[in-house]
């Protein structure tokens, strides 16, 4: 009897845990080009990896307009990523280019 509680047991928590990994925060995609962040403003949840490529022709970087996080420079093909690990309204920036703005809201 105790074999199959422990038994039952484990395959609860073996399922609890496939679970909770289904609820993990994904990888938010945020594509540069033509001098544009697509999409220029996103909303993620804590614990979500932003990462930027750069499809453009010429060199982009993302800088968090508070300076918490910043890229090198970004060739064609070049890609940056930043996990946001508190929630927050997060605005950035092309040093290149400060035309070039996006938002990352965190809930």
């Given at each position: 009897?105790?074999?199959?509680v422990?038994?039952?047991?484990?395959?609860?928590?073996?399922?609890?845990?496939?679970?909770?990994?289904?609820?993990?925060?994904?990888?938010?995609?945020?594509?540069?080009?033509?001098?544009?962040?697509?999409?220029?403003e996103?909303?993620?949840?804590?614990?979500?990896?932003?990462?930027?490529?750069?499809?453009?022709?010429?060199?982009?970087?993302?800088?968090?307009?508070d300076?918490?996080?910043?890229?090198?420079?970004?060739?064609?093909?070049?890609?940056?990523?930043?996990?946001?690990?508190?929630?927050?309204?997060?605005?950035?920036?092309?040093?290149?280019?400060?035309?070039?703005?996006?938002?990352?809201?965190?809930?």
């Amino acid at each position: 009897m105790t074999f199959v509680v422990n038994c039952a047991r484990g395959a609860l928590i073996a399922i609890a845990l496939m679970g909770a990994s289904a609820v993990m925060a994904a990888d938010m995609p945020v594509s540069i080009d033509n001098f544009v962040f697509t999409p220029a403003e996103a909303q993620v949840s804590v614990g979500t990896t932003v990462v930027w490529t750069n499809n453009d022709d010429i060199p982009h970087t993302v800088v968090d307009a508070d300076h918490k996080y910043k890229s090198s420079a970004l060739d064609t093909g070049d890609k940056f990523s930043h996990t946001f690990t508190e929630p927050g309204t997060f605005e950035y920036f092309c040093s290149l280019h400060p035309h070039m703005t996006g938002k990352i809201i965190v809930k």
